[in-house]
């Protein structure tokens, strides 16, 4: 693993200026990657975008979906049958009651069942916690360390105008963080500057 520190620029002229004065500190170019972070929930970390394999409002529809259609193919079916003993109707119509009780159940689950109410998705205190920004959007300057040592580095960063300095223990490779996620919470260097320490609160 490779040590790695990293600064937010609101712009990419502004991390390219500090990636500049890094250079002429001696920092070699394969040693500096600048890159944009999107905003949370945009990082594509799925096929199909999002960072998320559930959506927080469709969580737990899954099993209430399934109970409601039991309790629908359940339902509707009983009722099929009593039609069929009262009627010549063919034995079969109770099936097809059946069937149609369990796809009413299944939408009506997932679109208004125990997935909404059970606090572990929709909205409230517990939801907004789990899914809170874990970083600010903007370009990000990350330095693998060579020659100069991490406090010497984050000194460099911060001089250049660097928010909200981080570190990492992460894979560098052909000048760049190839295994960077932007969903995992920074490792943030506590410093006390005053603008440093407001983007620091901002990104908590």
Same mark, same amino acid.
């Given at each position: 693993?490779? +040590?790695?520190? /990293?600064? !937010?620029?609101?712009?990419?002229?502004? /991390?390219?200026?500090?990636?500049?004065? #890094?250079?002429?500190?001696?920092?070699?170019?394969?040693?500096? @990657?600048?890159?944009?972070? =999107?905003?949370?929930? !945009?990082?594509?970390?799925?096929?199909?975008?999002?960072?998320?394999?559930?959506?927080?409002?469709? !969580?737990?529809?899954?099993?209430?979906?399934?109970?409601?259609?039991? #309790?629908?193919?359940?339902?509707?079916?009983?009722?099929?049958?009593?039609?069929?003993?009262?009627?010549?109707?063919?034995?079969?119509?109770?099936?097809?009651?059946?069937?149609?009780? $369990?796809?009413?159940?299944?939408?009506?689950?997932? /679109?208004?069942? #125990?997935?909404?109410?059970?606090?572990?998705?929709?909205?409230?205190?517990?939801?907004?916690?789990?899914?809170? @920004?874990?970083?600010?959007?903007?370009? #990000?300057?990350?330095?693998?360390?060579?020659?100069?040592?991490?406090?010497?580095?984050?000194?460099?960063?911060? %001089? $250049?105008?660097?928010?909200?300095?981080?570190?990492? =223990?992460?894979?560098? +490779?052909?000048?760049?963080?190839?295994?960077?996620?932007?969903? %995992?919470?920074?490792? @943030?260097?506590?410093?006390?500057?005053?603008? %440093?320490?407001?983007? %620091? =609160?901002? /990104?908590?």
């Amino acid at each position: 693993m490779t +040590r790695i520190i /990293a600064a !937010r620029f609101d712009t990419f002229d502004g /991390a390219t200026g500090a990636a500049e004065s #890094l250079f002429d500190r001696g920092v070699g170019d394969q040693d500096v @990657q600048i890159f944009y972070v =999107n905003p949370g929930g !945009r990082h594509a970390t799925y096929p199909i975008g999002g960072d998320s394999a559930v959506d927080r409002h469709a !969580r737990g529809g899954g099993s209430s979906s399934a109970l409601f259609s039991a #309790l629908g193919g359940i339902v509707f079916g009983l009722f099929g049958a009593w039609v069929v003993s009262m009627t010549s109707w063919h034995w079969a119509t109770a099936i097809v009651f059946a069937g149609i009780g $369990a796809y009413v159940g299944a939408f009506y689950g997932a /679109a208004f069942g #125990l997935g909404k109410r059970d606090g572990k998705s929709g909205t409230g205190p517990a939801s907004d916690m789990e899914h809170a @920004q874990v970083r600010l959007s903007g370009v #990000l300057l990350a330095v693998r360390i060579a020659k100069a040592s991490e406090a010497e580095m984050i000194a460099l960063l911060e %001089q $250049a105008g660097g928010k909200s300095i981080e570190r990492a =223990n992460g894979t560098w +490779r052909d000048g760049k963080w190839v295994d960077f996620d932007a969903t %995992q919470p920074p490792d @943030q260097v506590p410093i006390d500057a005053p603008g %440093q320490r407001q983007e %620091q =609160n901002k /990104a908590i």
